[in-house]
């Protein structure tokens, strides 16, 4: 019976990876919990003191998430928002918003 945990958490993580893997629009879904601030697709609106996603090269919005979760850029939300993701989905918000134009 002590074998049978640690083989079905291997299992339930790799059909949890999978998924994620097979579906093409992850980065978008994920990215649609940014609207609220930086508006749809990214594009925040111009009378808004929030930064506008949108075309901002992914290494950039990337290192920018990376330093929120970590907490070496303050921030009144971003720090909490950014440490409920892991580092592939900061890596496919990143890239979604990369592509937006």
Known sequence: MKQFFPVAAACLLSIASASQAADANLGRNLAATCANCHGTNGHAAPDTPLLPLAGMPKAITRQKLADYKSG??????????????????????????????
Do not use: N, V
């Open 72 to 101: 070496d850029k303050p921030a009144s939300i971003m720090h909490q928002i950014s440490k409920g993701y892991t580092e592939a989905q900061l890596d496919l918000i990143a890239g979604y918003f990369a592509a937006q134009k």
